[in-house]
């Protein structure tokens, strides 16, 4: 069972894709969520869709690679609803560039986002979550990286492998004021960043995967709303890969 009080959730990058879901499954499991992304009408647009399905939501604008904007924003969360109980650190970007041609900018701007946005985040929550009775924390990770390459990622790899050496050493050093930390690990999920890729494409991509579909935004939201509960409150250090079978050998 993974039933949740009614607590105050933080999602990074929930103004689309996977971090929506997240938002969007905690609430309906009656938690309050603050839906976070630079671009404030896409997350008012978020927040829009919660409200109207009877949820409590709030809008942040906010960018997880700049320190005293994740601090503001926990500051706001916590202003609003007197308490922040878990952080989704999902927020990610994947350009692609060859390891021949990428250019120091470009790892920057992935590494920035994906590692040290993950960092930042983590530690602008962390006075407000040793303040909860359960203060839990779950980062999106990947396969790509820690599991499988791709051509055009090894800045992307390496930020996601990057994010699972993090959570170990944080979960050591955060055990102590009750707080977990663990890492979902999606396969190939279908956001709306895959629309326009046809459906020969998605087809092709279903067919190579054991369970013979992609993942839903849904199949990560409930594995990071395991981590979260109270019931996972012995579980930290952790990964979970939710890939259809994808990385298995045949
Ligand atoms: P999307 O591109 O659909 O959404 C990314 C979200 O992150 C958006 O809300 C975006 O909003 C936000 N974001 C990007 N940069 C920043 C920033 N600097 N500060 C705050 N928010 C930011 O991506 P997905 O939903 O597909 O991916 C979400 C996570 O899941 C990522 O960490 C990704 O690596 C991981 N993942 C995704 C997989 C997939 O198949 N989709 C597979 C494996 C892992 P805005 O641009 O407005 O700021």
């Excluded at 990610?92 to 986002?113: H, R, Y």
Aim: charged share 15%.
């Amino acid at each position: 069972m993974t039933s949740t009080l009614s607590r105050s959730v933080l999602v990074t990058g929930a103004s689309k894709g996977i971090g929506k879901g997240i938002a969007r499954v905690f609430s309906s499991k009656g938690d309050r969520v603050a839906v976070l992304g630079r671009d404030l009408s896409a997350v008012e647009s978020t927040v829009a869709e919660i409200r109207a399905a009877g949820g409590i939501a709030l809008a942040c604008a906010g960018d997880v690679t700049s320190k005293a904007s994740m601090a503001a924003v926990v500051e706001a969360v916590v202003g609003e609803w007197g308490s922040l109980d878990v952080l989704c650190a999902n927020a990610g970007i994947f350009p692609s560039a060859s390891l021949e041609t990428m250019t120091g900018d470009d790892w920057d701007t992935v590494l920035n986002t994906n590692l040290k946005g993950t960092f930042i985040s983590v530690q602008a929550a962390l006075p407000a979550l040793k303040q909860s009775a359960a203060g839990r924390i779950v980062v999106t990770s990947s396969i790509t990286g820690p599991v499988t390459g791709y051509p055009g990622w090894s800045h992307y790899g390496a930020s996601k492998a990057g994010q699972l050496g993090f959570i170990r050493t944080a979960a050591i050093e955060l055990a102590r004021y009750g707080i977990t930390i663990n890492a979902v690990m999606p396969g190939n999920i279908l956001t709306e960043g895959l629309d326009g890729m046809g459906d020969d494409y998605l087809a092709q991509m279903s067919a190579s995967i054991p369970l013979k579909r992609l993942g839903s935004v849904d199949d990560i939201a409930h594995a990071a709303c395991y981590f979260a509960s109270v019931e996972a409150g012995y579980v930290t250090g952790q990964t979970l890969i939710i890939d259809g079978g994808q990385i298995l050998p045949e």
